[in-house]
């Protein structure tokens, strides 16, 4: 399977702390991506890096990619309670990029 | 501008029944997913559509589901006869991007319970 995994597969913290989220994949990536779902929703495009990438900010986000290990990971600072969701990695093939694999997701709780 | 929208958000039916899923990505996207989470495990990959083109289907579990994207705009999938392992939350996804690589639109999901 060329599905992302996510790890961990729940994570609580409490509000102001820094959540940190792994993917790992199998297979040569075009892209990763980084999506949240909050519950009974659709999922949320956050960030995406490119495979000659190493490191992305987007606001409170920050997406490392390490190729050489197939690993990605999302850092969240200083977390608040509506960041309580799922976290999705989600990788775009190198020979098919038009396909992505998702993992199964983090869920992240943040408490007040 | 309108998001990608399923319908219906959930559906009951008994095995053996016949459920047809709608999805209408967001205008001018060519690019139309289908996606599978089942039980919360992993959102599995069903089939890819460039337009009305299935550009890849290696997703599908087996001959009972049936997609189509009429005229490349809104795509259904149809399940027939549903099994209790059909079961899960289906995802469509739009993207503009023809040539991959871009972000996906994700609609809300169509719950389906097979009883």
């Known amino acids: 399977s060329q599905q992302g995994e996510e790890d961990p597969q729940a994570l609580s913290i409490q509000e102001g702390e820094n959540a940190t989220m792994n993917c790992s994949y199998k297979?040569?990536?075009?892209?990763l991506q980084w999506y949240r779902q909050n519950s009974g929703r659709g999922l949320v495009h956050l960030i995406l890096?490119?495979?000659?990438?190493r490191e992305k900010h987007s606001g409170r986000l920050r997406v490392t990619l390490d190729t050489s290990k197939k690993s990605s990971s999302l850092l969240i600072t200083a977390s608040r309670a509506a960041d309580t969701a799922s976290y999705f990695c989600?990788?775009?093939?190198?020979?098919?990029?038009?396909?992505?694999?998702f993992g199964s997701g983090t869920k992240l709780n943040v408490k007040p | 501008e309108a998001g990608v929208t399923q319908f219906p958000s959930h559906s009951v039916i008994e095995k053996g029944q016949t459920v047809t899923l709608r999805c209408d990505p967001i205008?001018?996207?060519?690019?139309l997913y289908w996606y599978r989470r089942v039980m919360g495990k992993e959102i599995k990959f069903l089939l890819h559509?460039?337009?009305?083109?299935?550009?890849?289907e290696s997703g599908m579990p087996n001959n009972r589901f049936l997609a189509e994207r009429t005229g490349g705009t809104y795509s259904t999938l149809k399940v027939q006869p549903a099994e209790l392992e059909d079961s899960g939350v289906y995802f469509c996804?739009?993207?503009?991007?023809?040539f991959g690589a871009g972000e996906l639109f994700f609609g809300e999901g169509s719950r389906l319970t097979v009883l």
């Open positions: 297979t040569s990536i075009n892209n």
């Open positions: 996804a739009s993207s503009q991007d023809v």
């Open positions: 205008s001018g996207h060519d690019n």
């Open positions: 989600a990788t775009a093939s190198l020979y098919n990029f038009n396909k992505f694999y």
């Open positions: 559509f460039v337009k009305e083109s299935k550009q890849d």
């Open positions: 890096i490119r495979s000659n990438e």
